[in-house]
């Protein structure tokens, strides 16, 4: 019994290896956050090994990712980064929620939520763990970037507009 079940397992591995997610490689940089703000060299090189990989048009996968379960596993975590922040579409969207995502960029790095503890788990791209002073060149780039939008824009159009309709349910 336990050979007929190892062999069914054996038999769907084998199968889901056929069923692959779609890959984020575009890197279309048509409204790139670069496009519109300034972004330094070491600032731009701390965002591509840390942030990139779930935060933009262009993911650089690893090996594993050839592998299914792994590579929805993946593609999820790519789908989820780009939905709460794309770098590679930035500039597409309206300036109080562009401010708003620099504050959020600014919160996540700060409290160490962001790059995201399983995407540096047992070493792997051991790269994008961030040093103190990585974090503040970041945040201090986001910072400089929502005052930038402060100086330039009526205070008004920097607020977020209020929801309509009922809460998200949870």
């Given at each position: 019994?336990l050979?007929k079940?190892?062999i069914g397992?054996?038999?769907?591995?084998?199968?889901?290896?056929?069923?692959?997610?779609?890959?984020?490689e575009?890197n279309?940089?048509t409204?790139?956050?670069?496009?519109?703000y300034p972004?330094?060299e070491?600032?731009?090189?701390?965002?591509?090994?840390?942030?990139?990989?779930?935060?933009?048009?262009k993911?650089?996968?690893p090996?594993?990712?050839n592998?299914?379960?792994?590579?929805w596993?993946?593609?999820?975590?790519?789908?989820?980064?780009?939905?709460?922040?794309n770098?590679?579409?930035?500039?597409?969207?309206p300036?109080?929620?562009?401010n708003?995502?620099?504050?959020e960029?600014i919160?996540?790095?700060?409290?160490?939520?962001?790059?995201?503890a399983?995407?540096?788990?047992?070493?792997l791209?051991?790269?994008?763990?961030?040093?103190?002073?990585?974090?503040?060149?970041?945040?201090?780039?986001?910072k400089?970037?929502?005052?930038?939008?402060?100086?330039?824009?009526?205070?008004?159009s920097?607020?977020?507009?209020?929801?309509?309709?009922?809460?998200?349910?949870?």
């Amino acid at each position: 019994m336990l050979k007929k079940i190892l062999i069914g397992l054996g038999i769907v591995l084998i199968i889901i290896q056929f069923i692959r997610p779609d890959r984020n490689e575009s890197n279309d940089l048509t409204y790139d956050i670069a496009t519109k703000y300034p972004v330094s060299e070491d600032v731009a090189q701390l965002l591509q090994v840390s942030c990139n990989d779930c935060h933009s048009n262009k993911t650089e996968y690893p090996w594993y990712a050839n592998v299914q379960p792994v590579a929805w596993w993946l593609n999820d975590h790519v789908v989820d980064g780009k939905r709460h922040l794309n770098f590679s579409t930035f500039t597409k969207m309206p300036i109080a929620i562009q401010n708003h995502k620099f504050e959020e960029t600014i919160e996540m790095v700060e409290k160490k939520e962001m790059p995201l503890a399983d995407y540096t788990y047992l070493g792997l791209h051991s790269e994008a763990k961030l040093t103190d002073d990585q974090r503040e060149k970041i945040t201090d780039w986001a910072k400089a970037q929502m005052t930038y939008l402060k100086n330039s824009y009526p205070a008004d159009s920097l607020v977020m507009p209020k929801r309509q309709g009922p809460p998200p349910s949870e």
